[in-house]
T-cell receptor, first 109, second 112 residues
Framework: GQQVMQIPQYQHVQEGEDFTTYCNSS?????IQWYKQRPGGHPVFLIQ?????EVKKQKRLTFQFGEAKKNSSLHITATQTTDVGTYFC?????????FGTGTRLTVIP | DGGITQSPKYLFRKEGQNVTLSCEQN?????MYWYRQDPGQGLRLIYY???????QKGDIAEGYSVSREKKESFPLTVTSAQKNPTAFYLC???????????FGSGTRLTVV
């Protein structure tokens, strides 16, 4: 089946530094969604990307879908302690969501 | 406020006992899902239901059962056949294609 690999698995950054997580697929993706899960919490939907080369921004978060629709990235500018958590990409296929392995972000004050 | 309610938040059971996890939504969503999350891991799909009285197995359905008698409710039973049931269980719903999932706050099941 179609699988999505996410890197890095862990990332520690100093508050104010930037952070990027990547999702990569060996096959073309029809769409990709991003979720954030705070420690001890549940995943919260952030955004969905559908178009090739699409870039969407939410305040300090920038989401990108690759031109070939085989990869996606989430970039956070000037991290804050509130950004702590695990960020998941997920592929929506036939109304079912298949999650990547996630990137756990730690922000050091 | 609309949302998904999972209960209980924490659940302890003895090995060999069946246990049912509750999931209720008032979002009027047709599709509902159950995921399992192990520590430091991603989410894996257990069962899903696109419509009342119909449900399908996900990637790790063995040892689990579900029912969907009402649109609002999608309970998950963890049976004694599930070899490693201790995990964080998440219920979700979706209104339709192109929308994100809404998750409940989850149930942490510990089997001793």
């Amino acid at each position: 089946g179609q699988q999505v690999m996410q890197i890095p698995q862990y990332q520690h950054v100093q508050e104010g530094e930037d952070f990027t997580t990547y999702c990569n697929s060996s096959t073309t993706l029809s769409n990709i969604q991003w979720y954030k899960q705070r420690p001890g919490g549940h995943p919260v939907f952030l955004i969905q990307l559908v178009k090739s080369g699409e870039v969407k921004k939410q305040k300090r978060l920038t989401f990108q879908f690759g031109e070939a629709k085989k990869n996606s990235s989430l970039h956070i500018t000037a991290t804050q302690t509130t950004d702590v958590g695990t960020y998941f990409c997920a592929l929506l296929r036939a109304n079912n969501l298949f999650f990547g392995t996630g990137t756990r972000l730690t922000v050091i004050p | 406020d609309g949302g998904i309610t999972q209960s209980p938040k924490y659940l302890f059971r003895k090995e060999g006992q069946n246990v049912t996890l509750s999931c209720e939504q008032n979002l009027n969503h047709d599709a509902m899902y159950w995921y399992r999350q192990d520590p430091g891991q991603g989410l894996r799909l257990i069962y899903y239901s696109q419509i009342v009285n119909d449900f399908q197995k996900g990637d790790i359905a063995e040892g689990y059962s579900v029912s969907r008698e009402k649109k609002e409710s999608f309970p998950l039973t963890v049976t004694s056949a599930q070899k490693n049931p201790t995990a964080f269980y998440l219920c979700a719903s979706m209104p339709g294609q192109g929308y994100g999932y809404t998750f409940g706050s989850g149930t942490r099941l510990t089997v001793v």
